[in-house]
């Protein structure tokens, strides 16, 4: 009796655990949408704004604290909020675009945007995924919460002030038409870079209040019509007078289709939500079920809030661009050739930055959503006669590289084959042998020098051995799917140029480096010297930009002995800068130097990868030390939260898989190449409803080195997961220690994925 009575006892925790683990938690509470947020232009903590959106949302909210059209929309260091938008911004250096916003006000009228901007505190702002709040000094309260054509507001006045609301239709074309009788408003709004003619974004907004008074006014000089119910022009707004005290909540829904698919998505997204209360709720349990897809345990409550804070953020981009017709079909206005379209369209994403990180992740998470996204990829290409490198929404051709092709074949190695792949090849064979009317990354620039002599000649194309680097990578992916599917054609067109990295490399200074025309090298090189044949960065940072063939830049370098001693100055070295052609700071250079890892700058994306290329060339225990000094030492969930711009879901995305012990070195391969887990117990539950689970025991801030791993039971000496056993379930088991074992993972057979042999 007594045994039973200690077993029982025993027990007892361990089935307080698994019956709390099999529930879902709040973990909403752990993220602060403030991550990343005390950013400017000098100098980027995350470039983030407090986003208030559901997953890859169509339409975003933020409070607005700058200037309208300025793409530092909201920044932490600020005193005053001037609006709360809807938004679509994923990058402040691309702007952002459909933008309208509304603000409180009290006692007389104010509508310019520096008049009727009201202090607050951070002491009285709420952040999370589902809601955001301020009080602010004046008595008035504003709260957003989200769906995903639009949101949900509540504005609380004080008492004996008259109580104003005021709808800012910003910088360019707007109207607005006031129906007192119906207590709403509608119109739209017309702003933005990279939008076809005649681009509109329709809106609906609805108010649970009688208007006391209403009128229409101009931005710009401020001019008020009062009792006017409809404007329209450049910067058209309106304003409403309600009573004192009043609490109204306020119901919107934007469409970019026509004003009666915002009706719709009005009536369909909010018409069954009683009150700001319901809307709420239901937020929450969106972000709760998502978050809890991905249980850890272990690790301290911040490195809690670091790995949710990211996960969010990893869920953001691309936004969906589609709506939902009466019958319940996908259609969409393209913003590529300003058509209507039937089925699926996403968009605002920069995929020089997320091939790396964000898009291998959600191939973990959302293989649906990504079947239907490389599908739209293909429609785009055919709307706009290229593919789209960063959409925002419409095509900008910022940055550079192909990395569409990237993509496409990054699912279809992981089973996700929803699209045709010989029209991918197709199309990227367009792509790779043309340049298109938008930016570098465009088409291809300097694609005949690059054919032929294979290379991007410098002084010739702008970061030429940048784009030769990243020409080579994308034509490896193309040569991977034609290999996949068959394609004997495309295959042997892309087979020769996939190695063209070696071509930009010298071995006698150890390098990329910039090449001439005649094939001779650039002068005086200098390989701290940023800017000219590279982009955002210098030589030290792009020559490891190889991540289809780690084998042939080792090879390169004179053998892995010389690779990892290279390696290891990388990390450990002065911080030197030459400006270059930038001819000053750059906050990515500033970034760097604040990191103090050498010449490592995890704050731009071509040397995120770099930390794991251990695993290739006999070392694995130093990419374990050097992922999990990144992790601890770069980033937060405070406002200074990232090591720089956090571009669109890869900065997080990049912890995200980190913080598991996984990178995606080379996308179009089915690799994860092993770090160190931060956490004791990661559970992933995948979208089939099949869970993953990856352990690691002994795991502690000091016992970052893997001694020993087994997968399914089975010793496991390799230093990759393939994505076949992480989505068919199973378990991941690390023992850790604190000191390296030499021993495991050194072997040829247990190195990743690379093109070429080592010699």
Not at 77 to 92: D, E, L, M, Y
Not at 306 to 319: E, G, I, P, Q
Not at 501 to 526: H, M, T
């Amino acid at each position: 009796m007594m045994k039973i009575k200690i077993f029982t006892w025993l027990m007892l925790p361990l089935l307080g655990v698994v019956a709390c683990y099999g529930q879902s938690r709040d973990l909403v509470k752990y993220v602060n949408t403030l991550q990343g947020t005390d950013s400017e232009w000098a100098l980027s903590y995350g470039n983030t704004y407090p986003t208030v959106g559901l997953p890859f949302a169509v339409h975003f909210f933020s409070p607005q604290t700058g200037k309208n059209g300025d793409g530092w929309k909201y920044t932490y260091k600020a005193s005053t909020i001037r609006g709360f938008q809807q938004v679509h911004q994923c990058s402040p250096w691309m702007g952002d675009y459909a933008v309208f916003s509304l603000m409180p006000g009290i006692g007389s009228l104010r509508v310019g945007e520096d008049q009727r901007a009201l202090a607050f505190s951070h002491d009285n702002e709420v952040a999370k995924p589902h809601y955001y709040s301020v009080k602010f000094e004046n008595g008035i309260r504003a709260e957003i919460s989200p769906v995903e054509r639009g949101a949900h507001m509540r504005f609380s006045f004080p008492k004996n002030e008259k109580a104003f609301l005021v709808l800012d239709g910003l910088l360019k074309d707007s109207q607005v038409q006031i129906i007192p009788s119906e207590r709403k408003i509608i119109g739209y709004v017309n702003n933005g870079r990279f939008v076809p003619q005649g681009f509109k974004n329709y809106f609906e907004i609805t108010f649970d209040a009688d208007f006391k008074t209403f009128g229409t006014w101009r931005n710009g000089d401020s001019t008020v019509q009062a009792g006017s119910k409809e404007r329209h022009g450049q910067g058209a707004g309106a304003y409403l007078e309600f009573k004192p005290g009043t609490r109204v909540e306020v119901k919107l829904a934007s469409s970019y289709i026509s004003p009666q698919q915002a009706s719709l998505n009005l009536s369909r997204e909010l018409g069954g939500n009683k009150n700001f209360q319901a809307t709420k709720d239901k937020a929450f349990k969106i972000w709760n079920t998502l978050l809890n897809r991905v249980r850890v345990q272990g690790g301290t409550e911040a490195e809690k809030a670091t790995f949710y804070s990211c996960l969010f953020r990893a869920n953001l981009f691309s936004r969906k661009f589609y709506e939902i017709d009466k019958q319940g079909n996908p259609y969409y206005y393209s913003p590529y050739d300003g058509e209507i379209h039937n089925g699926y369209m996403y968009t605002d994403n920069g995929f020089w930055d997320t091939f790396r990180a964000q898009f291998p992740l959600s191939n973990i998470l959302h293989p649906q959503m990504q079947g239907r996204y490389m599908q739209s990829l293909l429609d785009a290409q055919q709307q706009a006669g290229f593919f789209p490198t960063w959409s925002n929404p419409g095509m900008s051709g910022v940055m550079i590289g192909n990395h569409a092709i990237s993509l496409l074949t990054d699912a279809w190695v992981k089973g996700i084959r929803s699209f045709d792949p010989d029209s991918a090849l197709t199309a990227y064979y367009h792509e790779s042998t043309n340049k298109g009317y938008w930016g570098g990354s465009n088409g291809r620039e300097g694609w005949k020098d690059y054919f032929t002599k294979g290379f991007v000649p410098y002084g010739q194309v702008h970061e030429s051995t940048a784009k030769t680097l990243e020409y080579a990578y994308d034509d490896f992916c193309a040569y991977q799917l034609a290999k996949l599917t068959g394609n004997e054609f495309y295959q042997k067109v892309f087979a020769r140029q996939m190695y063209n990295y070696q071509n930009v490399f010298d071995k006698q200074v150890g390098f990329v480096r910039g090449r001439l025309p005649s094939g001779q090298w650039r002068a005086d090189f200098d390989p701290f010297e940023w800017g000219g044949p590279f982009t955002e960065a210098n030589a030290w940072q792009y020559t490891w930009s190889v991540m289809h063939d780690i084998n042939g830049l080792i090879n390169l370098m004179g053998g892995q002995d010389r690779f990892n001693a290279k390696l290891d100055s990388f990390f450990t070295m002065e911080q030197t800068i030459n400006y270059g052609s930038y001819k000053q700071e750059i906050h990515e250079m500033r970034e760097m130097l604040l990191a103090k890892m050498g010449q490592y700058a995890h704050g731009n994306q071509p040397t995120q990868h770099v930390p794991y290329l251990y695993n290739f060339s006999g070392q694995p225990w130093k990419a374990q030390q050097r992922a999990r000094k990144v992790m601890a030492q770069l980033y937060n969930a405070t406002e200074k939260g990232y090591p720089g711009d956090e571009d669109q879901g890869q900065m997080s995305s990049w912890y995200v898989l980190s913080a598991m012990g996984l990178y995606s070195v080379c996308p179009g391969t089915e690799e994860y190449v092993f770090g160190s887990p931060v956490f004791q117990r990661v559970a992933l539950k995948l979208e089939d409803g099949k869970e993953f689970l990856i352990l690691a025991k002994n795991n502690s801030p000091q016992n970052v080195y893997i001694q020993s791993a087994r997968l399914n039971g089975e010793l496991y000496d390799k230093n990759y997961i393939r994505y076949a056993d992480i989505v068919k379930g199973g378990e991941l088991e690390f023992v850790m220690g604190p000191r390296p074992n030499k021993e495991r993972g050194i072997s040829p057979d247990s190195r990743p994925f690379s093109l070429s042999a080592l010699q």
